[in-house]
C-alpha cells in the first residue's frame, strides 16, 4: 500500500506536467517546451524503473526515450536526450552491477553483457531512424519552399503581366510632351533642364517597369557584363545619399579593389538600391547603414548592416513574398524583385536578425574571374 502511494506521489506529478505541456505545446512552438517534455519523460520512466525492479517492461521504456524527440524533428533536443539517456544507462548499469549485484533486476544481471549489447544497439537503431526521417524531412521543406517560391513568381508574373501595358501608356504620353516642350524655343535653359530631368526619371520608370516584368520570364534575356562591384556601390550610394539625409542617415561604404562579376549592370543597381533604400528606412534616426564588398575565396560578398528594431524568424522567412510587408505603406513586390534578380544570376542572399539588434543582409555573387 505504502509502495502504491509513493509511486503516486512520484509519478503522478510527471505525467499531470508531461500532459499540461503537450496540451500547450501546439500554441507555443518553442524549445523550451520541448526540453521541458523530454526532461520529464527521463523522470517518469526511470522512476518507474527503479520503483519496479522486476518489471522488464520498464527497461525497454528507458532504452526507447530518446524516440520522444524524433516526434519534434529537433535535432539539438534528439543529441541532448541522446547524451542524457546514455549517461543515466551508464549510472543505471553501474548500479546494476556494483551495487544490486542480481538481487532485484535478475533479468539484467543474468546476462548484463547481453543486456548492454542490446541497448548500444537500440540507440544505434534509434540514432539511424532519427537521422534518415530528419534528412527526408528536410528535403520536403526544401521542396516546399522552392514550390511556394514558384507560385510567388507565377503569381507576380501574371500581375505584372497585366498592368504593365496600363503604366507605361501614361508614361509614354508624358515623356512624348516633356520631349516637345523642351524642344520648344519660349521655355529658357533652366527650364529645359528640369523636363531634362523629368525625362530622365520617367526613363528610370520605363527601365524599373521592364525590370518588373522579367519576374513573369525569370529566364529571359540575360545580358551579362563584366561589372565593377566598387564603382555601381559608390554610384548607388551617391544617389541615396539624399535620401538618407532626410533622417540625419549615414551610409558608410568600404569596398575592396578588384570586386568584379558578371551580371546585366541596370538589375545589378536595382537590387543595391532596393536593400540599402530598406536598410535606410529600417534604421533609427541618426543610425548609420553599413555596406561593405569584399572578396571571400571565388565569391564576392556584399554586406548591408542596419542599426534598427530587426526581424523575428517568422518575419524573415516571409521575405520575398508578394505584398508582404514590414512597411506600413509597401507591397513587398521590391524584395521578391531582388530575390529574382539574385537568383536569376545564381546568386545568394541571406538575412541574418534578431529583435532589438538590427539586420544584415549579405549577397553572394561568383567572382567574374571565376567563372
Known sequence: MLKRVYTKLLTDPCVMIISISIWIYPKYETYTFR??????????????FFLYPQTWTTYILICLIPALSILFFDLKLFYF?????????????SYVIFIDKGELYTYLHHDIVGNIINIIAVQALLF???????????????????LQQSERLKMVGQLTAAVAHE???PVTVVRGFLQLFKEDTSFD?????????????????????????????????????????KEVLQSVTGLLHSYAMLSDNQIDIKVEEDCFISINKIEFKQ????????????????????????RNNHFIEITIMDEGSGMSEVEIKSLGTPFYSLKSNGTGLGLMICFNIVEKYDGEIFYNSSKGKGTTVTIRFLATNDQ
Open 81 to 93: 536526450s541522446f547524451i542524457i539517456n546514455g549517461l543515466l544507462m551508464v549510472i543505471t548499469f
Open 128 to 146: 539511424f531512424i532519427f537521422h534518415l526521417s530528419f534528412k527526408r524531412v528536410k528535403k520536403q521543406q526544401l521542396y516546399y519552399e522552392q
Open 271 to 294: 537590387l543595391l538600391i532596393n536593400i540599402i533604400k530598406n536598410a535606410l528606412e529600417a534604421s533609427d534616426v541618426g543610425k548609420s547603414v553599413s555596406v561593405t564588398a569584399n
Open 189 to 229: 535653359d533652366p527650364m529645359k533642364g528640369k523636363f531634362n530631368l523629368m525625362i530622365d526619371e520617367l526613363n528610370t520608370v520605363e527601365q524599373i517597369i521592364s525590370q518588373f516584368l522579367t519576374l513573369s520570364k525569370p529566364n529571359g534575356d540575360q545580358r551579362l557584363e563584366k561589372v565593377d562591384v
Open 167 to 169: 503604366i507605361r501608356n
Open 35 to 48: 526540453k521541458i517534455i523530454i526532461l520529464f519523460g527521463f523522470a517518469y520512466f526511470y522512476t518507474l
